[in-house]
Structure formats: C-alpha cells, structure tokens
Nanobody, 121 residues
Framework: QVQLVESGGGLVQPGGSLRLSCEPS?????????MSWYRQAPGKERELVAGITIAGDTTNYGDSVKGRFTISRDNAKNTVYLQMNSLKPEDTAVYHC?????????????WGQGIQVTVSS
C-alpha cells in the first residue's frame, strides 16, 4: 500500500520556522518523477507551494513563498523536505505532500493526508 508519510507541522509564531518532511512508503523513491507540497487554507483552493524533481534538482515555488520556503530531497533517506522560514499568519493551512510517478502510458499521482501548519501569536 502506497502512503506519503508527512511530519513536522504544528503551531509557530509569526516570523518563526518549521520543516515539513514527506517520506513515500511503498514506493521506490527513484521511481518518482517529482514531489511537491500543496496547501489549502479554509475557504480557499488548494495551491502549489513548492515542487522538486527526483532525478535532477529542478525546483519551482508558488509566488507567495518564494524567498522564504525551500524544498529539498535526501535520496538516501527517501525523504523530501520543505523548510519554511519567516512564516506569516497567511501561511496557515493544511499542507499536503504530492508525488508523481511516470508510467509506461501516462502518470499516477499520490497524495498525503495532510498536516496542519498554524502561524499565530
């Protein structure tokens, strides 16, 4: 059974930092094309936070987090990280890990259950 195991969320004050982790379970890390983080705040649509390719080091970020968040991967630990600095109240959301696996015909997407990040004083 494939699972994306997320960890690292919680409550932090404005200006603080958190690091989220996502480890695919039941998937070979190398079999994935890319992994990303999305977030969804109450009453808002899900939006892309950051993404990274597995084979290379190509990254992309949502405009609202550029310069504050960094996505990275550790192939040895089979884990993708999202380092979040200078957090703002508007970063409060449920953060979801996403993985994309290329198949012979098409691709398959996997989603984590989500982890809460709350930025508040």
């Amino acid at each position: 059974q494939v699972q994306l195991v997320e960890s690292g969320g919680g409550l932090v004050q404005p200006g603080g930092s958190l690091r989220l982790s996502c480890e695919p379970s039941g998937l070979t890390f190398r079999s994935l094309a890319m992994m990303s983080w999305y977030r969804q705040a109450p009453g808002k649509e899900r939006e892309l936070v950051a993404g990274i390719t597995i084979a290379g080091d190509t990254t992309n970020y949502g405009d609202s987090v550029k310069g504050r968040f960094t996505i990275s991967r550790d192939n040895a630990k089979n884990t993708v990280y999202l380092q979040m600095n200078s957090l703002k109240p508007e970063d409060t959301a449920v953060y979801h890990c996403y993985a994309r696996k290329l198949l012979a015909l098409g691709a398959r997407a996997y989603w984590g259950q989500g982890i809460q990040v709350t930025v508040s004083s």
